[in-house]
């Protein structure tokens, strides 16, 4: 009986494994692109994408994380 209301406490366990990386896409979208996909062509359009505009690079580093 005590077991069933310990199980009730714990409740579910929220973690999210892609989290840093979003972060990381805000401030520095190849950087999270890199952690995701490594050196790679996705890393190297993000890293054209960021030059010719941060928020294309934003975008793009969200889509490869969100993705993958």
Same mark, same amino acid.
Not at 6 to 29: D, K, M, Q
């Given at each position: 009986?005590?077991?069933?209301? #310990?199980?009730?406490? *714990? !409740? ?9 990386? $979003?972060?990381?896409?805000?401030? /520095? +979208?190849?950087?999270? #692109?890199?952690?995701? *996909? !490594? ?9 054209? $994408?960021?030059?010719?505009?941060? /928020? +294309? ?12």
């Amino acid at each position: 009986m005590l077991a069933d209301h #310990v199980s009730l406490l *714990r !409740g579910p366990v929220f973690f999210y494994p892609h989290l840093p990386y $979003l972060s990381l896409a805000f401030i /520095l +979208p190849p950087l999270g #692109v890199f952690f995701e *996909r !490594g050196c790679g062509a996705d890393l190297l359009i993000n890293i054209l $994408l960021t030059c010719l505009g941060w /928020l +294309p690079g934003i975008i793009h580093a969200l889509y490869i994380i969100l993705k993958y």
